[in-house]
């Protein structure tokens, strides 16, 4: 079976920075095209990054472009979204995922055929 773990969240204040962090089994992170979301309560789930199955593309929502950077560590078959400039909207579950078709060559946060992890909470306080 495939199984999506996240971890890395935690309390901030704003202005500062977090990494999370997702390990994956069933499929490593490089054979599959990834994204982070994120759903904030009250709020539907919406996507914030992802990246292409070899790590070449990368996608932000307009929100956060410039404050978090998505990569992934092949050897250690984790992928990270690394948040910087943290802001109270941004606290919300952050879910990690993976790519359920292996035929994405680049990447798109409105994918929702995904497996998915059970979320790491972040957040940010004023």
């Known amino acids: 079976q495939v199984q999506v773990v996240e971890s890395g969240g935690g309390l901030v204040q704003a202005g500062g920075s977090l990494r999370l962090s997702c390990t994956t089994s069933?499929?490593?992170?490089?054979?599959?095209?990834m994204a982070w979301f994120r759903q904030a309560p009250g709020k539907e789930r919406e996507g914030v990054s992802c990246?292409?199955?070899?790590?070449?593309?990368?996608y932000y929502t307009d929100s956060v472009k410039g404050r978090f950077t998505i990569s992934k560590d092949n050897a250690k078959n984790t992928l990270y979204l690394q948040m910087n400039s943290l802001k109270p909207e941004d606290t919300a579950m952050y879910y990690c995922a993976m790519y359920k078709s292996p035929y994405f060559i680049g990447c798109s946060i409105t994918n929702d055929n995904n497996y998915w992890g059970q979320g790491t909470q972040v957040t940010v306080s004023s």
């Open positions: 990246i292409s199955r070899n790590g070449g593309t990368t």
């Open positions: 069933g499929f490593t992170v490089d054979v599959r095209a």
